[in-house]
């Protein structure tokens, strides 16, 4: 690792069985895990090359489950980006991303963070709950990215982690542009 490699936190959440491990694991190894065990909390580290920078990611593969949904405060605190993950196939999992995403937009104190809108399980179209346009709408009134991705088929995954890095770049970039400055109200 070089000296100069920037290191972005990444926390994926979404209920549970959406595929948050799935994508997870198959970007960081390339491997498709067809079954596992439901997840509590999983870290993952790994260099990506975005636009030219190389960059370490570390990524918090978070419990979907209710009974953990009392340390999402801390992984949000800790987290940059964030990528809201639904499965396209039940309606649920896209209803409950709102109250997820008013949660980090609390911790974090900000009208707005790196976030991504995540549909997963696009290769399962013919059982699919939620429409394109739906998730398109949602996206635009939260002023994300959306995109629908396939673990098993390997649609949009590394796009995914690569587009929440630059949110994250950008965001730290105008982050410390406005320091040093004094505001009065």
């Given at each position: 690792?070089?000296?100069?490699?920037?290191?972005?936190?990444?926390?994926?959440l979404g209920s549970g069985g959406v595929g948050k491990s799935a994508l997870t694991v198959?970007?960081?190894?390339?491997?498709?895990?067809?079954?596992?065990?439901?997840?509590?909390?999983?870290?993952?580290?790994?260099?990506?090359?975005?636009?030219?920078?190389?960059?370490?990611?570390?990524?918090?593969?978070?419990?979907?489950?209710?009974?953990?949904?009392?340390?999402?405060?801390?992984?949000?605190?800790?987290?940059?980006?964030?990528?809201?993950?639904?499965?396209?196939?039940?309606?649920?999992?896209?209803?409950?991303?709102?109250?997820?995403?008013?949660?980090?937009?609390?911790?974090?104190?900000?009208?707005?963070?790196?976030?991504?809108?995540?549909?997963?399980?696009?290769?399962?179209?013919?059982?699919?709950?939620?429409?394109?346009?739906?998730a398109k709408l949602l996206a635009e009134e939260w002023g994300c990215p959306h995109f629908?991705?396939?673990?098993?088929?390997?649609?949009?995954?590394?796009?995914?982690?690569?587009?929440?890095?630059?949110?994250?770049?950008?965001?730290?970039?105008?982050?410390?542009?406005?320091?040093?400055?004094?505001?009065?109200?």
């Amino acid at each position: 690792m070089t000296m100069n490699m920037k290191e972005y936190k990444v926390v994926v959440l979404g209920s549970g069985g959406v595929g948050k491990s799935a994508l997870t694991v198959k970007f960081v190894t390339g491997q498709f895990v067809e079954k596992y065990d439901p997840t509590i909390e999983d870290f993952y580290r790994k260099e990506i090359d975005v636009d030219h920078n190389p960059s370490i990611l570390e990524i918090l593969d978070t419990a979907g489950t209710e009974q953990f949904a009392s340390m999402r405060d801390l992984y949000i605190k800790n987290g940059q980006g964030f990528l809201l993950i639904y499965s396209l196939l039940n309606r649920q999992t896209f209803t409950d991303l709102k109250p997820m995403r008013d949660q980090i937009l609390r911790v974090k104190n900000a009208d707005s963070v790196p976030l991504i809108l995540v549909g997963n399980k696009s290769d399962m179209f013919d059982e699919r709950e939620v429409s394109a346009n739906e998730a398109k709408l949602l996206a635009e009134e939260w002023g994300c990215p959306h995109f629908e991705t396939s673990a098993k088929s390997n649609t949009n995954v590394d796009e995914v982690f690569t587009e929440i890095v630059r949110r994250m770049k950008t965001t730290q970039k105008s982050s410390s542009s406005k320091r040093g400055c004094c505001v009065v109200l």
